[in-house]
Structure formats: structure tokens, C-alpha cells
């Protein structure tokens, strides 16, 4: 994120609206100062998704399957858990292979969401539906067995049930 930009889009919005407070009634100065602040802030945002990745531990929302696998990944190396997905990953030791088995293991712990395709509407995929395929492309798909369409698409999992998995497989001792 540029902060020239964001400093500079503070800087007008205090002005535009220390103008209303002060008694200052002068409707066009304030909207075109509000607007360049509008302007400066949506040009500072450009590269938004670096500066909204200081979010993603917030506790609500839903986060990609396949992040959720990195992270679970990175969380759980060296336990049983990460083991398990580098010697069993297929292909093994692969970076992708490593995630699918990751997002397969969370998904036992959590509910998934996922798109069927041609819709773009997330919906929850029941555990029944989701034991009928499984998870390709680093954790981004959902294929049924014996079909070679993508029975679910954008893969997602609610970021407090992919701490919650994590803490239950961290837990796990087997």
C-alpha cells in the first residue's frame, strides 16, 4: 500500500470535514474534497490484497480451501499430521499433492463451501457429497470419482472451523 496517497486522502477528508464543522456551508468545496479523498484512498488501496492480508486472522469470514491447507500445513509440520501429507501426497512430496491432502484431512473437521459449476452461488457441501470425490488442484477442486467434470469449484472453509480443525488435529495423538 502507498501511504503518500492514503496520508494525503486523510489530510482532505479532515479538511472537507473541519469546512462543515466549523460552519464553513459551502456544499461544492466539501463534495470535491470528499471526492479527492475518495480518489487518494481508492489509489492507495491499489494493491489492496497486500494490505487486506493483515485481515485474515480475523475470526469470522471464509478463507480459500487451498490457503487453508497451506496454513494447516505450516501449523501442523512435523507433527503426525504433516508426515502423513508429505509421504502420502500423491505425487508424492509433491507442493500440490501436499495440499490436497491437507484440504481432505481439514475437511473431516469442518464444513466446505464450493460453487457447482455453472453457478457462482457458495453453498455448503454436505459431507455425504463431499466423500463422493475428491479435493485437486492444491485444494481448489472438488472432482467426483470417475467423472472428469468439477463437481465443486472455489473452495472455501470459515476461518473459525479451520482453527478449530487445526486444534483438533494438533490434539490428536495417534
Do not use: H
Not at 31 to 60: E, H, K, M, Q, T
Not at 89 to 98: L, M
Amino acid at each position: 500500500m502507498d501511504r503518500t496517497p492514503a496520508i494525503w486522502g486523510g489530510i482532505t477528508f479532515a479538511v472537507s470535514a473541519a469546512l462543515q464543522v466549523s460552519g464553513y456551508q459551502d456544499w461544492y468545496v466539501a463534495g470535491a474534497l470528499f471526492v479527492v479523498a475518495l480518489v487518494l484512498f481508492a489509489y492507495a488501496l491499489r494493491d489492496a490484497p497486500v494490505f487486506l492480508s493483515a485481515f485474515s486472522y480475523l475470526p469470522f469470514g471464509k478463507v480459500t480451501l487451498s490457503d487453508a491447507a497451506r496454513v494447516a500445513y505450516e501449523r501442523l509440520r512435523g507433527t503426525l499430521w504433516g508426515t502423513a501429507a508429505e509421504r502420502l501426497s500423491v505425487p508424492r512430496d509433491s507442493a500440490e499433492g501436499v495440499l490436497d491432502f491437507m484440504a481432505i484431512a481439514i475437511s473431516k473437521e469442518a464444513r466446505i463451501y464450493g460453487c457447482r459449476p455453472p453457478s457462482t452461488r457458495l453453498e455448503q457441501i454436505d459431507k455425504k457429497e463431499f466423500n463422493r470425490g475428491t479435493v485437486v488442484g492444491g485444494g481448489k477442486v472438488l472432482n467426483y470419482y470417475g467423472d472428469a467434470g468439477s463437481a465443486y469449484v472455489d473452495l472455501k472453509i470459515g476461518r473459525r472451523d479451520l482453527r478449530r480443525a487445526i486444534k483438533r488435529m494438533k490434539a490428536a495423538r495417534i
